[in-house]
């Protein structure tokens, strides 16, 4: 399934984060395009966060810059008063804890304010390319759909994967499923008629396609 996907994505829209990270895979900027991706969608947040980076791309710019400066460099991604308040939360405890630097271990992202299972996730596999799963509702949703496993929660599916997936995937497994969960199998109605994988696919949960 993951070679086949893979064969096809070249054709696909790429994701924001992807975007940000081939732009010299900052850690620092993965972190601040995950936090603004956020209930918010690629279109927006895309935009958003290279607005974002023209004026700050550093824990020590970002602090430079008042909360209504952020606000309006972020506007519309959802949450946006509250996500300049994280932001600048972020690049202080970055500043005071670790040197200004990003961490590179789940556990210690996770103890920063804002930074949760996913975004850390995230960080360490596309910021530092180090093994990590992460589980958005793309991954949740169509590693269940596709019958590889059978979980409730986002949590469940990471440490379902974890058990189960070889680890020589674990790092692109987030972005392969995420930009195909956008392009052809998406939450109502999925691409069927034209999917790579479809005869490799149970279809849990699919009453209706295209």
């Known amino acids: 399934m993951i070679r086949r996907l893979r064969r096809t994505a070249p054709r696909w829209n ?12 900052d850690p620092f900027r993965v972190l601040v395009a ?20 023209a004026l700050a791309a550093t824990p020590e710019e970002m602090l430079r810059l008042t909360p ?12 946006y008063r509250t996500k ?12 005071a804890r670790f040197g200004g630097k990003v961490p590179d271990d789940i556990d210690a992202l996770l103890t920063l304010k ?17 093994p990590g799963i992460c589980v958005d509702t793309h991954v949740h949703r169509i590693s269940n759909r596709l019958g590889y496993v059978r979980t409730r929660t986002p949590e469940e599916t990471e440490m379902a994967l974890r058990a189960r997936l070889p680890r020589r995937y674990w790092i692109g497994y987030n972005d392969l499923l995420v930009t195909f969960g956008q392009n052809l199998c998406t939450p109502i109605s999925p691409k069927c008629s034209v999917c790579p994988v479809r005869a490799l696919c149970r279809r849990v949960g699919v009453t209706s396609s295209r």
């Open 34 to 53: 995950c936090i603004l991706s956020l209930r918010t969608q690629d279109t927006t947040t895309g935009p958003a966060s290279e607005r974002l980076f």
């Open 68 to 79: 209504r400066q952020i606000e309006r460099a972020i506007y519309p991604v959802g949450f």
């Open 14 to 25: 790429p994701t924001a984060i992807t975007v940000i990270a081939s732009e010299g895979r």
């Open 114 to 130: 804002g930074v949760g299972r996913k975004t850390a996730n995230l960080v360490v596999t596309i910021g530092y390319r180090k």
């Open 84 to 95: 300049a308040r994280v932001l600048l939360g972020l690049s202080r405890d970055l500043l």
